[in-house]
């Protein structure tokens, strides 16, 4: 982002990243509660109003996302049942609708293995050659989706598909992937391709006018 501050805190549509990221989930009245993973450092959470709600706990993350969803699910311990829900959303999707919420929730809220927002893909993928420049293949997209978050497990299932995939060396990048780890498959559940990822500042640009979409 070169930015002066981390992604989640930069400002957009009058509330940083972060706060439009955990609102829905703040406002659900089937969210018992919220677990914000912060970096040891972290010197901006304190100022956001956020920091005093009183569903809202923090945790200290780790050195990628596995590790810090596996502290947070470790920090919720005493709280957590092995057959609760447990939603794990990324701080940087500030554009989640209560409709893909609500319809994650009633697609999983039944099934043995849990499952996450996705979308099909829609481009027509390359796949790169040993330069990284030129085109060595075209990839069937038919069977291919795009992983969103929030993804939802059990508590159980979940701590227990990371343990095992940290203890053995598996690197994963979602919930979903430790699961599938585990020998199962997650539900796939249709989301919004306006719950979009910041990643670059064009991606900031496209957040601010979704989301003030939204409100009109």
Request: charged share 25%.
């Amino acid at each position: 982002m070169d930015a002066e501050r981390p992604k989640q805190y930069l400002m957009l549509a009058g509330a940083t990243v972060l706060e439009h990221a955990i609102r829905p989930l703040l406002a659900h009245s089937r969210i018992e509660g919220i677990m914000v993973m912060l970096a040891a450092d972290d010197e901006f959470w304190p100022t956001l109003p956020l920091a005093s709600a009183p569903r809202v706990q923090t945790a200290l993350g780790g050195a990628a996302r596995q590790h810090s969803v596996l502290n947070g699910l470790v920090a919720l311990e005493s709280k957590a049942g092995p057959e609760d829900w447990i939603l794990v959303h990324d701080g940087a999707r500030p554009c989640l609708g209560t409709d893909e919420l609500d319809t994650l929730m009633a697609a999983v809220e039944h099934d043995q293995v849990g499952g996450l927002l996705a979308v099909p893909v829609a481009d027509t993928l390359k796949r790169a050659d040993e330069t990284g420049l030129r085109c060595e293949a075209t990839l069937e997209r038919k069977a291919l989706w795009s992983a969103q978050t929030p993804q939802m497990f059990r508590y159980r299932l979940l701590r227990s598909a990371l343990e095992r995939a940290l203890a053995q060396g598996v690197d994963v990048t979602d919930e979903a992937a430790a699961v599938e780890f585990m020998g199962h498959r997650p539900r796939l559940v249709r989301g919004s391709s306006r719950n979009i990822k910041i990643t670059g500042r064009d991606d900031l640009i496209l957040a601010e006018a979704l989301l003030r979409s939204a409100v009109k």
